[in-house]
């Protein structure tokens, strides 16, 4: 993937976690971020675009930001249903389309 | 609200051409703000961008080099729609493909998915 994020993550229940995602000048030095949710067997779900911003519905526990070339999903009072795949995307002008990272299971213990 | 309905095969033939089309209720897919895009995901491949049709006064299609000699990504006005056809496919088109919509910068709309497998 064009993305990269640690395949893995976890955390205990209330506890915060953060979710890594690095890239490069051309998509997220250039480009806004956003995350995805994807439950099993479901489609990903907007979680955070534009670095930072939340679309209505998803709760306040998750925030996004962004640094340079790289961008972090944080999810602040982990709940167990928040175990499932997170993945990072960015608009790539050199490549002319969408890139994804490979995404990150997080697992809550 | 925004939907996404995805209609088509579940199995092709190697060497054949893989046709989906995606029905769109709650906006326009002569919207002057939304793109609209084909995604692919497959365990080897992860998630893979392939395409988007958009309309600004005129239409535009944008693909993915992996399969731009390959891929066609059409607007049905009539009907509200778009397609995607993938010609020439190999096993390694198998994947469940996923149409959306681009908007708020982002990709903020997700069709159910089809799981294409590509097998003799």
């Known amino acids: 993937s064009v993305l990269t994020q640690p395949p893995s993550a976890s955390g205990t229940p209330g506890q915060r976690v953060t979710i890594s995602c690095s890239g490069s000048g051309s998509n997220i030095g250039t480009n806004t971020v956003h995350w995805f949710q994807q439950l099993p067997g479901t489609a990903p779900k907007l979680l955070i675009y534009s670095n930072n911003q939340r679309p209505s519905g998803v709760p306040d526990r998750f925030s996004g930001s962004k640094s340079g070339t790289s961008a972090s999903l944080a999810i602040s009072g982990l709940q167990s249903e928040d175990e499932t795949d997170y993945f990072c995307a960015a608009w790539d002008d050199s490549l002319k389309g969408w890139v994804f990272g490979g995404g990150t299971k997080l697992t809550v213990l | 609200q925004v939907q996404l309905q995805q209609s088509g095969p579940g199995l092709v033939k190697p060497s054949q051409t893989l046709s989906l089309t995606c029905a769109i209720s709650g906006d326009s897919v002569s919207s002057n703000s939304a793109t609209w895009n084909w995604i692919r995901q497959s365990p080897s491949r992860g998630l893979e961008w392939l395409g988007r049709?958009?309309?600004?006064?005129?239409?535009?299609?944008d693909y993915a080099v992996s399969v731009k000699s390959r891929i066609t990504i059409n607007p049905d006005t009539s009907k509200n729609q778009f397609s995607l056809q993938l010609n020439s496919v190999t096993p390694e088109d198998t994947a469940v493909y996923y149409c959306t919509r681009g908007a708020l910068g982002s990709i903020d709309v997700w069709g159910q998915g089809t799981l294409v497998t590509v097998s003799s």
């Open positions: 049709t958009y309309y600004r006064s005129k239409w535009y299609n």
